[in-house]
Nanobody, 127 residues
Framework: QVQLAESGGGLVQVGDSLRLSCAAS????????MAWFRQGPGKEREFVAA????????EYADSVKGRFTIARENAKNTVSLQMGSLKPEDTAIYYC????????????????????WGQGTQVTVSS
């Protein structure tokens, strides 16, 4: 069973950058699509970014496209989310998620596709 642990959250100012990391343990994530979701105060959980098992395919929410970058290092069993030009509306708990997929699969935007979730890391963007 894969366990996911997010880190890197914190309090930043508008326009700052922040890098979140997701470390997987228990087994290799080579055959898992990975994603980041977030849940802001009083909001439903929403998709942020996803990456295919081999890192070739990525998906982004329109709200973060051009500002956030998802990447993975299968050798290190990690996934990252580089966030730039942060806005107050990016304030949320950010969750890492894993979806065990067949080799030809891409990465889903839908949270119900993901079987494994981390505990989340808080990101607060102050104006």
């Amino acid at each position: 069973q894969v366990q996911l642990a997010e880190s890197g959250g914190g309090l930043v100012q508008v326009g700052d950058s922040l890098r979140l990391s997701c470390a997987a343990s228990g087994r290799k994530i080579n055959n898992y699509a990975m994603a980041w979701f977030r849940q802001g105060p009083g909001k439903e959980r929403e998709f942020v970014a996803a990456i295919s098992w081999n890192g070739i395919s990525t998906e982004y929410a329109d709200s973060v496209k051009g500002r956030f970058t998802i990447a993975r290092e299968n050798a290190k069993n990690t996934v990252s989310l580089q966030m730039g030009s942060l806005k107050p509306e990016d304030t949320a708990i950010y969750y890492c998620a894993a979806d065990q997929v067949p080799p030809a699969a891409g990465a889903s935007r839908f949270d119900y596709e993901y079987q494994l979730w981390g505990q989340g890391t808080q990101v607060t963007v102050s104006s």
